[in-house]
């Protein structure tokens, strides 16, 4: 009988085993390379069974490949053996180098364990070296690192025996050969999955930036890309159609721009104070014929990649119509509808913009101030140490009277001559006029004409008042003229002319109808309120008008 020790043996197991280690590098798949390893070691290597346990990622051994039998392999591949069983395996019976052989002898023991298997019964050995069916022989494969890759097992050698030191070391390097083309494979497997993945994700990637170009050039409203910090911080990048459109500028030139350069100078605070992330503003943008558009921009920040440079995306909506609605129902509001003069509240709100609480005859001395901050705090049983209250230190600008009190505050105090003889001082002069006549032209002529008289009375006092000064109706027949910088004679000079312009006839529908004027001049100063001035006003015009005959007084 020939025996591997014989030269030409060893020379064509060397030949087979060459050309099974080529046809390893041949394969092109993970499960290829398993199904190779195992026809590789039955064609060969010279074994009738083959089979290789593969490590799954949760540490156990799934039988991956099978050649040899069909029948035992449609039974076992598939099944899974337990970590701990195959580690029990490698640590029993005879250790050959680098393989593992468990005899009969002590194999029957492994019987009952989870790792999947097939044998067949037969007789005992005849002579020592005599390959048993319940012998097992393990090749296990390791990776570069050291960790386990998988568990060759080989049965029933063709020769009948147990193999001798050369098929042992054959087997030894065929499962070192078999670990570098399954790791290969898996290497490739991996590198092909991460390819896949990555296209995927380019694909996607380039799918989303043809989303958002499309999104963000047929935008309905407005759209800008804009750099983000740097000296170039704001300067637009990017804008769509409906950006160009809105504000009359081609896509090139806008890139010359930040939206610094095209707000309007009113707005610039508002747009410095809004936020890059999630900030909104309301604000004008200039349009290229010289014009402001009411818009409202809303920012966001987004990245060219996860650690690349970021940019401000801004939404930009044209507001100009609600705008205009809104400036439409301020007007409303604030003014009568018919004469289109200021109404009452707004006088009231013009005129109470120019009082404070505190009377400009009484304001105190820069030592009184600081001492009245402080006078009584240590009675009132809330101050802390050193005499400053409990709860902070008191602001010195804080004074009795109000915000608007003491000897540092910027407020201009309207102060009043002190009397009707002009003596060079310089006031607030509030010039309340009533219309005589105006009833009996309502009763005679009706409301049609009464509206028309009003109207014309309204116009001739707005064009008899300097530009700053303001004429509101309050009500009725009753208009208040506000004229700042007057002193007594300017005011009685005022109230004459503007009684001139009213005297003269007023045309409605073909007729002629005439009304007088009787005025009340008062003075605003702080210390009172608007309506105390309106009344001190309104007194002063019903003694005007007591000190006038019904012959003076010019009527329809």
Same mark, same amino acid.
Request: charged content about 25%; proline content about 4%; glycine content about 10%.
């Given at each position: 009988?020939?025996?591997?020790?014989?030269?030409?043996?060893?020379?064509?197991?060397?030949?087979?085993?060459?050309?099974?280690?080529?046809?390893?590098?041949?394969?092109?798949?993970?499960?290829?390379?398993?199904?190779?390893?195992?026809?590789?070691?039955?064609?060969?290597?010279?074994?009738?069974?083959?089979?290789?346990?593969?490590?799954?990622?949760?540490?156990?051994?799934?039988?991956?490949?099978? !050649?040899?039998?069909?029948?035992?392999?449609?039974?076992?591949?598939?099944?899974?053996?337990?970590?701990?069983?195959?580690?029990?395996?490698?640590?029993?019976?005879?250790?050959?180098?680098?393989?593992?052989?468990?005899?009969?002898?002590?194999?029957?023991?492994?019987?009952?364990?989870?790792?999947?298997?097939?044998?067949?019964?037969?007789?005992?050995?005849?002579?020592?070296?005599?390959?048993?069916?319940?012998?097992?022989?393990?090749?296990?494969?390791?990776?570069?690192?050291?960790?386990?890759?998988?568990?060759?097992?080989?049965?029933?050698?063709?020769?009948?025996?147990?193999?001798?030191?050369?098929?042992?070391?054959?087997?030894?390097?065929?499962?070192?050969?078999?670990?570098?083309?399954?790791?290969?494979?898996?290497?490739?497997?991996?590198?092909?999955? !991460?390819?896949?993945?990555?296209?995927?994700?380019?694909?996607?990637?380039?799918?989303?930036?043809?989303?958002?170009?499309?999104?963000?050039?047929?935008?309905?409203?407005?759209?800008?890309?804009?750099?983000?910090?740097?000296?170039?911080?704001?300067?637009?990048?990017?804008?769509?159609?409906?950006?160009?459109?809105?504000?009359?500028?081609?896509?090139?030139?806008?890139?010359?721009?930040?939206?610094?350069?095209?707000?309007?100078? &009113?707005?610039?605070?508002?747009?410095?104070?809004?936020?890059? &992330?999630?900030?909104?503003?309301?604000?004008?943008?200039?349009?290229?014929?010289?014009?402001?558009?009411?818009?409202?921009?809303?920012?966001?920040?987004?990245?060219?990649?996860?650690?690349?440079?970021?940019?401000?995306?801004?939404?930009?909506?044209?507001?100009?119509?609600?705008?205009?609605?809104?400036?439409?129902? !301020?007007?409303?509001?604030?003014?009568?509808?018919?004469?289109?003069?200021?109404?009452?509240? &707004?006088?009231?709100?013009?005129?109470?913009?120019?009082?404070?609480?505190?009377?400009?005859?009484?304001?105190?001395?820069?030592? &009184?101030?600081?001492?009245?901050?402080?006078?009584?705090?240590?009675?009132?049983?809330?101050?802390?140490?050193?005499?400053?209250?409990?709860?902070?230190?008191?602001?010195?600008?804080?004074?009795?009277?109000?915000?608007?009190?003491?000897?540092?505050?910027?407020?201009?105090?309207?102060?009043?001559?002190?009397?009707?003889?002009?003596?060079?001082?310089?006031?607030?002069?509030?010039?309340?006029?009533?219309?005589?006549?105006?009833?009996?032209?309502?009763?005679?002529?009706?409301?049609?004409?009464?509206?028309?008289?009003?109207?014309?009375?309204?116009?001739?006092?707005?064009?008899?008042?300097?530009?700053?000064?303001?004429?509101?109706?309050?009500?009725?027949?009753?208009?208040?003229?506000?004229?700042?910088?007057?002193?007594?004679?300017?005011?009685?000079?005022?109230?004459?002319?503007?009684?001139?312009?009213?005297?003269?006839?007023?045309?409605?529908?073909?007729?002629?109808?005439?009304?007088?004027?009787?005025?009340?001049?008062?003075?605003?100063?702080?210390?009172?309120?608007?309506?105390?001035?309106?009344?001190?006003?309104?007194?002063?015009?019903?003694?005007?008008?007591?000190?006038?005959?019904?012959?003076?007084?010019?009527?329809?």
């Amino acid at each position: 009988m020939e025996t591997e020790s014989e030269p030409y043996v060893r020379l064509a197991t060397l030949r087979q085993l060459h050309q099974v280690v080529a046809e390893l590098n041949t394969a092109r798949s993970l499960a290829d390379t398993l199904q190779t390893v195992v026809d590789g070691i039955v064609v060969g290597l010279g074994y009738e069974l083959a089979c290789v346990n593969l490590v799954r990622p949760d540490g156990d051994l799934v039988v991956a490949a099978f !050649a040899g039998d069909p029948s035992a392999e449609a039974l076992i591949t598939g099944r899974v053996g337990s970590r701990a069983s195959w580690e029990r395996r490698l640590s029993m019976g005879e250790s050959w180098d680098g393989l593992r052989f468990i005899p009969h002898t002590e194999g029957w023991v492994l019987i009952e364990d989870d790792v999947p298997q097939w044998h067949t019964d037969g007789p005992d050995p005849r002579f020592e070296d005599e390959w048993h069916p319940e012998d097992r022989l393990y090749a296990p494969m390791y990776a570069s690192g050291g960790e386990l890759l998988g568990v060759i097992s080989v049965d029933r050698p063709r020769n009948g025996r147990r193999p001798g030191a050369w098929g042992r070391e054959a087997l030894q390097m065929y499962a070192f050969q078999a670990a570098i083309a399954i790791s290969n494979a898996r290497l490739r497997a991996n590198m092909q999955r !991460a390819l896949v993945r990555l296209e995927r994700e380019q694909q996607a990637l380039r799918a989303s930036e043809e989303s958002f170009r499309q999104a963000f050039e047929y935008a309905p409203s407005g759209m800008a890309i804009a750099e983000m910090g740097g000296d170039q911080h704001g300067r637009l990048l990017r804008t769509n159609d409906a950006l160009c459109r809105l504000l009359g500028r081609p896509a090139s030139v806008l890139r010359r721009y930040s939206f610094s350069d095209l707000v309007h100078p &009113e707005d610039i605070g508002t747009l410095l104070r809004t936020s890059a &992330e999630g900030g909104r503003a309301e604000l004008r943008l200039g349009r290229r014929d010289g014009t402001y558009v009411w818009v409202s921009l809303r920012n966001s920040v987004v990245a060219d990649a996860a650690d690349g440079p970021r940019f401000l995306l801004t939404h930009v909506e044209d507001i100009e119509e609600r705008k205009r609605h809104e400036l439409q129902l !301020a007007h409303r509001a604030s003014h009568d509808s018919l004469t289109g003069l200021p109404n009452s509240a &707004e006088l009231r709100a013009r005129l109470g913009a120019r009082l404070c609480r505190r009377p400009q005859s009484v304001r105190a001395s820069a030592v &009184e101030a600081l001492d009245a901050a402080f006078e009584g705090r240590p009675e009132d049983g809330i101050a802390g140490e050193h005499g400053f209250p409990a709860d902070g230190f008191t602001d010195p600008f804080d004074l009795p009277g109000g915000a608007d009190a003491g000897p540092y505050d910027h407020h201009v105090h309207t102060v009043a001559p002190a009397t009707d003889i002009d003596d060079g001082t310089k006031g607030l002069a509030v010039l309340f006029c009533d219309l005589d006549g105006f009833k009996s032209i309502n009763d005679r002529f009706g409301h049609h004409t009464g509206d028309a008289v009003l109207i014309e009375v309204a116009r001739r006092l707005t064009t008899g008042v300097r530009d700053g000064d303001t004429v509101a109706r309050l009500g009725g027949d009753e208009f208040v003229v506000l004229a700042d910088g007057l002193g007594a004679a300017d005011a009685a000079d005022l109230a004459v002319r503007l009684r001139n312009a009213i005297i003269p006839p007023i045309r409605v529908d073909g007729r002629a109808v005439r009304v007088g004027a009787s005025f009340g001049i008062g003075w605003a100063s702080c210390g009172m309120s608007a309506d105390e001035v309106l009344r001190s006003a309104d007194q002063r015009m019903y003694i005007e008008k007591r000190s006038r005959s019904k012959a003076h007084r010019r009527a329809g």
